[in-house]
T-cell receptor
């Protein structure tokens, strides 16, 4: 079983739609949960960071963590064409200082 | 001001050559990293360096070696380049007390 599972997409939605991106993980040592956005030929950009179960909101973005189910989500409200990118979930356990990434979901928001 | 910078942005070289990629961060962070992103866009940690100490050294060929002249720099040296080394290499940094990592723009390495 892979440590992290993430649907690669592509996910195509119309402008203004609500987008739901998901990752599941198997490593119980993961205690920090992140979402990164990566535009084509750019470096990953940190979007959301959380370490507890529940929801965290930042503007149009909401990160959701369910530790009991080992499941994290990123919701994007009122999606814009500028949101078109690859979204990477990332995890860190308490023992290591390195991130374990999902394979990324490519999102396309159609104007 | 760029927080994490890398040079060069593109690197095309032949098999067998030795090359270096430079990374600098101006965030005052004390931990730096190298990640490799393969052709399928999968990002994987290679090294983690804190206070001149190598913390993480994943299963990476010993042809790859990180060099940290000071806390703000972590360079990646690659000896005897192989075709399979072609990838995008990202540098990142974080403050040890926090875990948010900030990435550079990447160096696209092509070995011919």
């Amino acid at each position: 079983q892979k440590e992290v599972e993430q649907d690669p997409g592509p996910l195509s939605v119309p402008e203004g739609a609500i987008v739901s991106l998901n990752c599941t993980y198997s490593n119980s040592a993961f205690q920090y949960f992140m979402w990164y956005r990566q535009y084509s030929r750019k470096g990953p950009e940190l979007l959301m960071y959380t370490y507890s179960s529940g929801n965290k909101e930042d503007g149009r973005f909401t990160a959701q963590v369910d530790k009991s189910s080992k499941y994290i989500s990123l919701f994007i409200r009122d999606s814009q064409p500028s949101d078109s990118a690859t979204y990477l979930c990332a995890f860190m356990d308490t023992g290591r200082r390195a991130l374990t990434f999902g394979s990324g979901t490519r999102l396309q928001v159609q104007p | 001001d760029t927080a994490v910078s890398q040079t060069p942005k593109y690197l095309v070289t032949q098999m067998g050559n030795d090359k270096s990629i430079k990374c600098e961060q101006n965030l005052g962070h004390d931990t730096m990293y190298w990640y490799k992103q393969d052709s399928k866009k999968f990002l994987k940690i290679m090294f983690s360096y804190n206070n001149k100490e190598l913390i993480i050294n994943e299963t990476v060929p010993n042809r790859f070696s990180p060099k940290s002249p000071d806390k703000a720099h972590l360079n990646l040296h690659i000896n005897s380049l192989e075709l399979g080394d072609s990838a995008v290499y990202f540098c990142a940094s974080s403050q040890l007390a926090k875990d948010e990592q900030y990435f550079g723009p990447g160096t696209r390495l092509t070995v011919t």
